[in-house]
């Protein structure tokens, strides 16, 4: 049964940083694309990042220039570094594996990060 589990979320003052980790169980990561999602109170969920099997990667406008998305290949694992944090970002943040060939589509559990002071 594939697993992915979510850690690092958490309260932290504007400007704060924090880091997402998502490690996955069960599948052949190098067969997937991996994203982070969030989703704010009365808001739809979006994309925030994503990074290709390759190691390409994409990111929102808004989060341009101040998240960073890499992976452990040895690892199984999903990094979301969030420097500058802002009140806008608060959300619940989801990691997500989709596979390239079946599409595949796999969810953490999200984890919720605050950003206030």
């Known amino acids: 049964q594939v697993q992915l589990v979510e850690s690092g979320g958490g309260l932290v003052q504007p400007g704060g940083s924090l880091r997402l980790s998502c490690v996955a169980s069960?599948?052949?990561?190098?067969?997937?694309?991996m994203n982070w999602y969030r989703q704010a109170p009365g808001k739809q969920r979006e994309l925030v990042s994503s990074?290709?099997?390759?190691?390409?990667?994409n990111y929102a406008d808004s989060v341009k220039g101040r998240f960073t998305i890499s992976k452990d290949n040895a690892g199984n694992t999903v990094l979301l570094q969030m420097d500058s944090l802002q009140a806008e970002d608060t959300a619940v943040y989801y990691c997500?594996?989709?596979?390239?060939?079946?599409?595949?589509?796999?969810w953490g559990q999200g984890t919720q990060v605050t950003v206030s002071s």
């Open positions: 997500n594996f989709r596979g390239v060939f079946t599409g595949d589509d796999y």
């Open positions: 069960n599948l052949n990561f190098r067969l997937y694309n």
């Open positions: 990074i290709s099997t390759g190691g390409s990667t």
